[in-house]
Nanobody, 117 residues
Framework: QVQLVESGGGLVQAGGSLRLSCDAS????????MGWYRQAPGKQRELVAI???????THVDSVKGRFTISRDNAKNTVYLQMNSLKPEDTAVYYC???????????WGKGTLVTVSS
């Protein structure tokens, strides 16, 4: 089992920044991947960014140039630096952990990000 705990969500004005953190604990073996999904009100959950234990990162087109995913393997922590936030970034952001399957094996409980216009 892997436990994921997110932090860093909150209310921010459009154009502002937030940094999300996710601490992983439990049976964490490499190789693996960690990432962030989000779900906006009335919309489907979508993958925002993912990073492998080797440091290879991918971001969805809508956040490229604004969001950056990173991780500290020594701390088993993944981060999502979010800059130039827009109201459409408002969502619950979920931390996820992959062992190698096509879908996340574990999910955090989520942290709410609200961007006001």
């Amino acid at each position: 089992q892997v436990q994921l705990v997110e932090s860093g969500g909150g209310l921010v004005q459009a154009g502002g920044s937030l940094r999300l953190s996710c601490d992983a604990s439990g049976k964490i073996f490499s190789p693996n991947a960690m990432g962030w999904y989000r779900q906006a009100p009335g919309k489907q959950r979508e993958l925002v960014a993912i990073i492998t234990s080797g440091g290879i990162a991918t971001h969805v087109d809508s956040v490229k140039g604004r969001f950056t995913i990173s991780r500290d393997n020594a701390k088993n922590t993944v981060y999502l630096q979010m800059n130039s936030l827009k109201p459409e970034d408002t969502a619950v952001y979920y931390c996820t952990f992959w062992r190698g399957s096509s879908r996340p094996d574990y999910w955090g409980k989520g942290t709410l990000v609200t961007v006001s216009s």
